[in-house]
């Protein structure tokens, strides 16, 4: 069924308004003594309260020239970037499961990985907050959504907490020191719990991959060789939003490189 252009339209604003909480979520959640909720939106800098057009989700960076209208601080791009990420992400979603379960939990897991992928950048930890609700969340989902079983759903909370887990003590065994936070771990296993088991090969090859090629780069530039830390939990978000849209075609061709015939 082919979704209406106004309803496509609809999905992108409500993802930027979402967007925009996130930013909020983004800003406060790694700070203990900070609320999601209060006060309401101000500026970081000097603190004064946004009026209603100053928190127009991408409008107002746009018509504001990227400087707050009180203290003319340069507002991150950082605000209008997730905004519109969480309006394309709707929009997907809207087109590819229609009005749905389906449309409706995903927009939660998406949400949840772009905000993820923010503050492990920013911050390099993956709050369990999101981590853990979200395990048990997507089992829940699996219950009532057709994308995904139940069964596999639950195969792939365990072995995608599992895998990372015994990656994690090996690295330590041979080098005596954390290669990889249990962040990382839990995320994977709200993976395998929203996405199925199906989607960890695929999620864990693409986002060690990259991960491996950026943690080269960054070896390069920063010169602290063996000692230069990246966050993974953005590759592995990334990857599994890859394999959300288009685990289709993934599979697709994987099943053709298992029977010989590609490439």
């Known amino acids: 069924m082919t979704t209406e252009p106004i309803l496509l339209i609809i999905a992108a604003l409500f ?9 909020v979520v983004i800003l406060r959640l790694p700070k203990e003594d900070q609320s999601v909720v209060f006060p309401a939106s101000h500026c970081p800098e000097c603190l004064a309260n946004l009026r209603w057009y100053e928190n127009i989700p991408i409008l107002s960076y746009i018509f504001l020239r990227g400087k707050c209208n009180h203290c003319k601080t340069a507002i991150s791009l950082q605000y209008p970037l997730v905004e519109l990420v969480m309006a394309l992400l709707s929009a997907a979603l809207l087109y590819k499961f229609n009005l749905s379960i389906a449309f409706s939990g995903l927009f939660i897991f998406s949400g949840a990985l772009l905000v993820i992928i923010v503050i492990d950048i920013h911050h390099q930890i993956i709050p369990d907050i999101i981590s853990l609700p979200g395990i048990v969340m997507g089992v829940a989902f699996s219950l009532f959504s057709n994308t995904v079983t139940w069964q596999s759903s639950l195969i792939g909370l365990f072995v995608g907490g599992g895998v990372l887990y015994a990656v994690a003590t090996l690295y330590f065994i041979l080098r ?11 995320l994977l296993a709200m993976i395998g719990a929203w996405l199925g088991w199906q989607s960890l090969p695929f999620v864990i090859f693409v986002s060690s ?20 830390r990246i966050p993974f939990g953005p590759f592995l978000s990334i990857a599994a939003l890859l394999y959300l849209f288009f685990s289709e075609q993934i599979l697709f061709f994987f099943q053709l490189y298992l029977n010989g015939e590609w490439p």
């Open 209 to 228: 991959l990259t991960g491996s090629m950026i943690g080269l780069l960054a070896m390069f530039y920063q010169k602290k060789g063996g000692h230069t």
């Open 176 to 186: 005596k020191i954390d290669g990889m936070g249990g962040g990382d771990i839990k």
């Open 15 to 23: 993802g930027a308004i979402v967007g925009s909480f996130l930013n």
